[in-house]
């Protein structure tokens, strides 16, 4: 038997960082990669156009991965002799798992999970969502094929098997590999306090006893806060449904109050929770409502912001006007993205998990700040896409893996496999199964 007859694992990026795993399996001629993000660095200042190919490389914002990126962007071609069958999957929504997917080349299929294939051509609409595609137009988004859930997907000789999941970026899914003699199973980012976590135990009952665990470990990336009530992660709401409930709670609370809020543009069953529960009624900002209606063909409530653009598809009998937003204190509750200083004094504002996302941003804290200037009450209401510690146990509690491999997180040394050995990869190395 010869390597190329053996399963292998390679781990390109995301291994001491939260987010950006790009991950290979590969066995024979056949090979796959997972995900297709990028590395969130903010204190680096890059704009879009900072973002070349050798840039993403040089800070490690991607993985240096041979024979799947587009060779109009590295210069160099995909070895298809050594290579007869490959593809590549993305787990969710967010930019750490799915930016780059326009730089993967265009003959390699892509798959995701049904709404991520619907959402993210919607949100990469005006091309400030991914990166640039070589040789198309800036708001291009290669195509992603919808994969059934829990359906065998062929490649050579490797089965994808595409599972529903529960994370914040709506439309979430882990992912079940097998090879002619291993199962590797990845849960890009996971929870049990979400929605769905009925979802989540049915995926971890199909990878139970698996070769390999590829798990994220974000709920362990700050060992020196675990008992702080004021770590930022895990602080507020447990879970879903009381995060909407505290909203609702705060209406009632203020029965004559300009409220706002806001949330992540991918977290969209949060966003659809919170206009289905409100007791006031919800206006969304005219790209959202947008985004939901091009993604989702679904109606909601809107208003534009003085001189921008309108979209033809909203439909013009449910829009508000800006300024009767801007009078009400008792009849909605609006999402608010930019504009502040037109809000009234003594109002109240939601930061739901929006941009920007926390401390870590150098933007955060001045953008508190303009919230106290003004006299407006900032409530942030978070409820993390993440499993915590103790989640993180019971997920590989329920799996009881061979191999654990911890993933996305700054200290995957404090992830623990009690079922069998725990392997921390370096970056760029291959594991033989």
């Not at 297709?36 to 660095?41: N, P, Q, S, T």
């Not at 049904?114 to 991914?130: M, Y």
């Not at 608010?336 to 804290?365: Q, T």
Request: net charge negative; with cysteine; proline share 6%.
């Amino acid at each position: 038997m010869t390597l190329k007859d053996k399963t292998t694992v390679t781990f390109y990026n995301g291994l001491t960082t939260i987010g950006g795993p790009m991950i290979e399996v590969a066995y024979n001629d056949s090979h796959i990669l997972f995900d297709l993000g990028e590395v969130y660095r903010p204190e680096l200042k890059l704009s879009m156009e900072d973002e070349d190919f050798e840039t993403l490389i040089k800070y490690q914002l991607i993985g240096d991965v041979p024979n799947f990126y587009d060779p109009k962007i590295t210069g160099k071609e995909i070895d298809k002799d050594r290579w007869k069958h490959a593809a590549a999957y993305i787990s969710h929504l967010h930019l750490d798992h799915s930016k780059a997917l326009n730089l993967l080349a265009p003959e390699i299929p892509l798959y995701a999970g049904k709404i991520t294939a619907q959402l993210l051509p919607a949100l990469n609409e005006d091309g400030d969502f991914l990166l640039p595609a070589a040789g198309h137009d800036k708001g291009y988004t290669r195509e992603i094929i919808a994969a059934e859930y829990k359906k065998p997907i062929q490649v050579g000789d490797i089965t994808m098997e595409v599972w529903p999941s529960d994370h914040d970026a709506y439309g979430a899914t882990g992912l079940i590999v097998k090879t002619p003699d291993k199962t590797i199973a990845y849960t890009g980012d996971i929870r049990l306090h979400g929605y769905h976590p009925d979802w989540v135990h049915d995926f971890l009952k199909a990878a139970k006893h698996c070769d390999m665990f590829i798990i994220e470990g974000t709920g362990v990336s700050w060992p020196e806060e675990k008992h702080d009530e004021n770590s930022e992660e895990f602080t507020g709401p447990k879970n879903e449904v009381e995060l909407t409930e505290q909203i609702v709670k705060l209406e009632k609370e203020n029965p004559k109050r300009q409220i706002t809020f806001n949330t992540y543009p991918t977290n969209v069953e949060r966003l659809l929770r919170i206009i289905s529960d409100s007791p006031r009624k919800v206006v969304l900002h005219a790209k959202r409502a947008h985004l939901l209606k091009d993604s989702l063909d679904q109606d909601y409530p809107y208003y534009y912001l003085p001189e921008e653009k309108r979209f033809n598809d909203l439909n013009s009998e449910l829009e508000v006007s800006y300024q009767k937003l801007l009078d009400d204190d008792h009849e909605y509750l609006w999402q608010a993205v930019k504009n502040y200083d037109d809000l009234k004094e003594g109002g109240l504002y939601i930061h739901s998990n929006a941009e920007p996302l926390g401390d870590f941003d150098p933007a955060y804290k001045p953008f508190v700040e303009k919230f106290a200037q003004k006299k407006i009450e900032f409530e942030a209401l978070r409820c993390s896409g993440h499993a915590d510690e103790e989640e993180l146990k019971e997920i590989i509690f329920e799996v009881e893996p061979a191999i654990l491999i911890p993933v996305h997180t700054l200290h995957p040394e404090l992830e623990e496999n009690p079922y069998g050995e725990r392997i921390l990869p370096k970056r760029g190395q291959t594991i033989v199964l």
